[in-house]
């Protein structure tokens, strides 16, 4: 029903930048309805919610990238971005998009489990 795409990941020398993209196509027609967010692994590692934004386009962070992270979308195109400024080596991870939790916001608990998923993109900060 809800199919999500990463795009924008790759390699960056620390102190760069980075924008990944999330193409969103939902059959339901109810893009825009939900919220969104971006959450990241390094294996061997709990995920990590980096940042969410509600349908009103609230947004939220992880204290780790607050000041750096921006969470954004483009309800025409369908798309949701994360512009990643100031990037440091321990922001290497799979990147995940995903949609629809019963709750938005970046806390632990089913409650915050996203519905839908892409297949990552993988982000490699080197110092």
């Known amino acids: 029903q809800v199919h999500l795409a990463e795009s924008g990941g790759g390699s960056v020398q620390a102190g760069g930048s980075l924008r990944l993209s999330c193409t969103v196509s939902d059959a339901r027609g109810a893009y825009g309805r939900y919220c969104m967010g971006w959450v990241r692994q390094v294996p061997g590692k709990d995920r990590e919610g980096v940042a969410a934004?509600?349908?009103?386009?609230?947004?939220s962070y992880a204290d780790s990238v607050k000041g750096r992270f921006t969470i954004s979308k483009d309800n025409a195109k369908t798309t949701l971005y994360l512009h990643m400024d100031s990037l440091k080596p321990e922001d290497s991870a799979m990147y995940y998009c995903?949609?629809?939790?019963?709750?938005?916001?970046?806390?632990?608990?089913?409650?915050?489990?996203?519905?839908?998923w892409g297949q990552g993109t993988q982000v490699t900060v080197s110092s």
């Open positions: 934004i509600d349908h009103t386009g609230t947004t």
């Open positions: 995903a949609a629809d939790p019963p709750l938005c916001g970046l806390g632990p608990g089913s409650l915050y489990e996203y519905n839908y």
